[in-house]
Structures are given as structure tokens and as C-alpha cells.
């Protein structure tokens, strides 16, 4: 189990995460929803240990980084690095051996081609691979949809069904609503920093219904279209 307890997150004057007390529970599928800036991926980092912060963040079978597994919105390769090679490396991090790369690879990826000349969703993809090959307990994944194309998009659906049977913890975030009513079991809706609202499955229109009431009649009418 992770509980996150009065996260603080500031850059000078400028707060972008206030007070987040949070817990997630193994098999569970848990979403964060926000409008962009809202501090989704500043609190990602934090939890994979990758942000200095106020509070605590523990996880009840050790250090969370060391069995934590973090796709970001925008994975970043080294150059001159193969897809093959980038898996190694993440396999070898972790003490993982496994020898024959092609049939881990449910993506068809191009393993041999550099991989910082694959597209947008090849490179998540190849850095989604990456981080189940390495069997980890918990996953932070950061739009794991975005980019990415439907047959990919239906692959990474059940991926996330079959990882919830293995009683893994899954964070993610997603800007498209049919994906979370389809793979979530709780939401939690964050703004400004803050965490407005968590709700279990029953309650996600609520959610949904709150964000689209936003203000957004108010920006359109800003254009004054005709």
C-alpha cells in the first residue's frame, strides 16, 4: 500500500502541489484528472521519487522507487540507443534476464532501429514495454493513451485489467473519460495543487460532470464566434 501524506510541492513562491493525503491499495486502478498545469505530473514525480517535496510518501514493502516503474508523458532516450538495447538496460536495472526480446515485444516495435527515431507512440510504447519487463509492483502512468494509436490504445486496456489481477497499484492520468470509466476504480480530481474530490467508479460522472461545468460556456464565448 502507498500512502502519500501532506505533500507540499513548491518552486519559490510558486505552489503547485498543497496538502495531497492520498492511499492506494494493491489491485486497485486509481485516476487523477485535472486541467493541464493543474499538477498531474509534478505529483507523479513525486511519488517515483523523482521530486524533492514536503511530506511523506511510503509504501508498506520498502522504498517506492525500487519497485516502482514510471511512464512519463514524454519518455526521454539516449541517442544512438536501439529499442532492443533500451530494454536491456531496463531489464538489467532491475536484475530481470530475459533473452529473447522479439516475443516480449507485444508492440511490434522496430527493436533494432534507434530508438529516439521512433514516433510520439512508438516511444511510449517502447517505454511502457520496458517497465512491465521489469515486473514491478507499482506503475505511474503519466497519459498512457496519448499519442497512441486504438489498437494499441485496446492492447493497453487489457494490459491494465491484467495488472490489477496481479494485485499491482496503478496510478494514471488521462484527459479522455471513456478510458477511466473503462480501467478505474477510484478518481481523484486535482486543481490548482489541491485535491477537490475521490470518488469510487459510481461516482466518476460527478467528476466529469464538475470539470466540464468549468468555466468552459464562458472561454468559448471569449471568441465571439459567428
Known sequence: MIYIKKLYKSYGNNKILNDINLAFNPGEIHGVVGENGAGKTT????????????????????????FIGFLPTDPYFLSKITGKEYLQLLCNARNIEINNFKEKNIFDLPLDQYAETYSTGMKKKLALTGILLQKNDVFILDEPFNGVDIYSN???????????????????????????????????????????????????????????????GLKIDKLDLE
Do not use: P, W
Not at 521530486?51 to 520498502?62: A, C, I, P, S
Open 43 to 66: 505529483l507523479f514525480r513525486a511519488i517515483s521519487g523523482m521530486e524533492n517535496f514536503r511530506g511523506t510518501v511510503t509504501y508498506t514493502e520498502g522504498k517506492v522507487k525500487d
Open 154 to 216: 485496446a492492447i493497453i486496456n487489457q494490459l491494465l485489467v491484467k495488472l490489477k489481477e496481479l494485485n499491482k497499484i496503478v496510478i494514471l492520468s488521462s484527459h479522455i473519460f471513456s478510458t477511466l470509466y473503462e480501467t478505474c476504480d477510484y478518481l481523484h480530481h486535482l486543481k490548482n495543487g489541491c485535491i477537490l474530490k475521490s470518488v469510487d467508479k459510481s461516482q466518476f460522472e460527478i467528476i466529469e460532470k464538475e470539470m466540464q461545468a468549468s468555466g468552459i
